[in-house]
């Protein structure tokens, strides 16, 4: 979900401005999306925009749809491949703690539910990872009501630190503590 190259002037594809949507979504938030401010930043007309989308609020649309689609293609379907399930936790939290920019939108995304665009992406994404959670640990051996308590409890523990992380500046880690942080994470809450 990289957005930072440059296409060819008359050649964007309403990917490019949906990966660009979500890099300014990212760095300034639901607020801060224009179109002419993209257009600027990809080094295009406006026209261009209109090529692909009928307003802004389409291109915001597609662009949470590609972050949504990102999370089930990229880390989901990928963790799932894992046949042990006790592997398959211990992957998900390491892989998930590297990918920055959904992070950064994830973050984005948190300070505007009351966007109406915003709330059912986010709806969904957080039902489907928590069902995701739940039915790794259910997999990993703990109880049903335990599995999704723990499910529960890993995702409150994500956002919680995504909010304090990218809201509030801390905590401020560097890259041993943070990858230590990671590592008392899936101790603490994969079963042995």
């Known amino acids: 979900m990289n957005a930072t190259s440059k296409p060819e002037r008359n050649r964007l594809s309403a990917e490019d401005w949906e990966l660009a949507a979500l890099q300014l979504i990212a ?60 592997e398959r936790l211990p992957e998900l939290f390491r892989r998930v703690a590297h990918e920055l920019q959904p992070h950064r939108v994830y973050a984005a995304l948190l300070k505007a539910l009351d966007h109406p665009l915003v709330v059912p992406v986010m709806a969904r994404v957080s039902s ?23 499910a529960r ?27 230590s942080y990671v590592e008392h994470m899936i101790a603490t809450l994969i079963p042995a």
């Open 27 to 86: 760095e300034q938030g639901v607020g801060a999306l224009a179109v002419e401010a993209l257009a600027r930043r990809l080094g295009v007309t406006k026209g261009s925009f209109y090529w692909h989308f009928r307003t802004r609020e389409a291109l915001l649309q597609a662009a949470l749809e590609r972050w949504e689609q990102y999370g089930e293609r990229e880390i989901i379907s990928q963790i799932e491949q894992i046949a042990d399930p006790r």
């Open 128 to 150: 489907r990872r928590t069902e995701f959670l739940e039915t790794a640990y259910r997999q990993a051996g703990l109880a049903s009501s335990d599995a999704l308590n723990r």
């Open 153 to 179: 409890l890993t995702y409150a523990a994500y956002v919680g630190f995504l909010q304090l992380n990218f809201t509030l500046g801390l905590p401020r880690l560097s890259h041993d503590e943070f990858d």
